[in-house]
């Protein structure tokens, strides 16, 4: 068991540190009964969740099936200082209330994967607020700024003569000291966060906690352009919140090979089992739109219902197999006469006017399903559906 508990542990991980500590842990549960915390933190900075985060979740479910309790640790302190990995510049302060506005909005999207009997979940403003100015002191002595500055996006950013507030390299010490106060035996993050990962195992000696944390780095997940990182702010992501119908056709707009990639990091499949659908594809027993199909109905059920997933499959045969306009769409009413780049953002159909030009130059916008090439086209007085690629549809009146 405990072989097999690691090698579903292990699945997908880019990197483990104290491996040995991480199999004693499930070696104790196994024979002795004994549960162990497992951490991950999630700083608030927006409210939606895509599936990107949920790589971390899966991992965390796992943890749960083999005795890990989760510390779901929202970051309502440090999100006011923003995690400066990967980041050119100083991030702008959250407002207090945009932070428990997202942080309750994490909550409500993390127990659709998460067993809520087997998770806590923790903000660090309770423990990081009573540390006062003393302690905040005593734990800046902890580590040198020569140190700080060895981290990559520090270096650089240190290098370019660009600024770097004292409080990003708070940032990190902070991270660390939540896994001191918690006393966290695993601690999981994407491989861009190893440096705060590892200021965990250092404070832990330092504040002579009586352990050393393990360290699990997941991959960060391709979006669904198969290249970069999902992102909302590059429009390749899938959220969480996404409509069942919308969410159900992005999965299937993935290439049959990033399909295998998001089968190993979100599927509940076993290891087993997703190398008998590879086998089935390769020697043709199995067509790959039956096995993404399956994929994207996994997800959708995950996040709506049995339901919702089977209706959302049914309307996308029905829209993209026939050519037929959805049923139901999203209504707008807007003054016309109007630019139709103008109308696509105010539709909710495109994020920028340059990219709704683009859409059109490509070919992917459709006025009452007729092709639009004309990118300074206006739509005057009447009834109109818009359309964008396969998948975004709205229904749009344009008056006086």
């Known amino acids: 068991m405990i072989q097999t508990a690691l090698r579903e542990i292990r699945r997908g991980t880019a990197e483990i540190i104290d491996e040995a500590r991480l199999e004693t842990l499930l070696k104790n549960f196994f024979e002795k009964g004994e549960t162990y915390t497992v951490k991950a933190g999630f700083d608030p900075t927006a409210p939606d969740l895509h599936l990107g985060h ?58 659709k994967i998460l067993d809520p009997e087997k998770t806590t979940v923790v903000f660090n403003a309770d423990w990081i607020n009573p540390l006062g100015a003393a302690g905040m002191l005593e734990l800046t002595t902890t580590y040198n700024v020569a140190r700080m500055l060895e981290r990559d996006d520090f270096d650089k950013r240190h290098k370019a003569g660009i600024s770097i507030s004292i409080s990003e390299f708070l940032y990190p010490l902070l991270q660390g000291y939540d896994s001191v106060h918690l006393k966290s035996d695993v601690e999981i993050g994407g491989t861009d966060q190893k440096f705060n990962l590892l200021m965990g195992r250092h ?72 190398e008998a659908l590879k086998m089935g594809v390769e020697n043709g027993t199995l067509h790959p739109k039956k096995v993404k199909e399956a994929l994207a109905l996994e997800i959708t059920e995950r996040f709506h219902s049995h339901e919702e997933a089977l209706n959302a499959q049914a309307e996308f045969e029905r829209v993209h197999a026939q050519s037929e306009i959805p049923t139901e769409m999203d ?15 105010d539709c909710a159909l495109s994020p920028s006017t340059s990219q709704a030009r683009r859409e059109i130059k490509q070919g992917s916008v459709k006025i009452d399903q007729n092709k639009l090439s004309d990118e300074q086209y206006q739509l005057e007085l009447g009834e109109y559906i818009l359309q964008v690629g396969k998948r975004k549809f709205a229904r749009l009146k344009v008056t006086q």
């Not at 352009?225 to 996404?242: E, R, T």
């Not at 049959?256 to 509940?268: A, G, Q, V």
């Not at 209504?331 to 953002?345: D, R, Y």
Request: hydrophobic share 45%.
């Open 203 to 274: 404070l832990q000696r330092v504040y002579e906690i009586g352990k050393e944390q393990s360290v699990l780095m997941m991959p960060i997940l391709e979006g669904l352009d198969g290249v970069q990182k999902m992102s909302k702010s590059l429009g390749n992501y899938i959220a969480v919140a996404d409509a069942p119908g919308e969410m159900f056709g992005k999965i299937l707009s993935i290439s049959d090979t990033l399909m295998w990639r998001y089968y190993e990091l979100l599927s509940t499949l076993s290891l087993d089992e997703i």
């Open 54 to 111: 949920t790589v971390l979740l899966q991992k965390l479910a796992a943890f749960q099936k083999f005795g890990g309790h989760i510390q779901f640790l929202i970051g309502d302190f440090t999100a006011q200082i923003g995690d400066p990995t990967g980041k050119s510049e100083t991030r702008k302060k959250l407002l207090p209330a945009q932070i428990q506005q997202n942080a309750q909005s994490y909550k409500d999207q993390v127990f």
């Open 331 to 345: 209504e707008f009413t807007l003054e016309g006469p109007i630019w139709i780049a103008k109308a696509l953002v």
